[in-house]
């Protein structure tokens, strides 16, 4: 048995492969738009719902609220998203720079999304995402 096999049965170790192999891919695609994917998401998240909150944003990211506030405001200072606050709560807004790279982000998705269901098959792809998502929301929530 090789070592690569030995892991084979173990979750934490092939997750994390596929999460490593998957964000290769996506650093790729997002390259086209000057953006990790993380922050691609950020952005299409805010542009889908301006004036989103910084909490909201880190449920819908599955984030922790430190991890969004950094991407925040990297994205700020890239005059991507603009911030605003009422009280407590942190609103999010999509500038007119974010609202105009939006379609290229949209593309490079598409394009990740065409890469690995070249490589799995569309049907065994979406079968891998909703079953990787459904066992996300399940372990975060224990």
């Known amino acids: 048995m090789n ?3 030995t892991y084979c049965n173990c979750l934490y170790y092939s997750s994390n492969a596929l999460a490593r192999v998957v ?7 997002f390259a086209a738009v000057d ?4 922050y691609a998401f950020v952005v299409m998240t805010v542009n889908k719902n301006p004036g989103i909150h910084a909490g909201e944003l880190a449920e819908i990211m599955m984030l922790t609220p430190s991890t ?3 991407l925040v405001d990297k994205l700020e200072s890239r005059g991507l998203v603009k911030k605003h606050r009422e009280g407590r709560i942190m609103m999010i ?3 007119a720079a974010s609202v105009e790279i939006s379609e290229a982000i949209k593309a490079a998705w598409y394009r990740l999304y065409l890469r690995f269901t070249h490589v799995l098959g569309e049907e065994n792809a979406r079968q891998l995402t909703g079953s ?5 929301i399940k372990l975060a929530s224990k």
């Open 3 to 5: 070592d690569q096999a």
């Open 23 to 29: 964000t290769k891919m996506a650093d790729a695609e």
């Open 35 to 38: 953006l990790a994917p993380s």
């Open 68 to 70: 969004v506030t950094r």
């Open 93 to 95: 807004y999509p500038t």
């Open 132 to 136: 990787v998502f459904q066992s996300a």
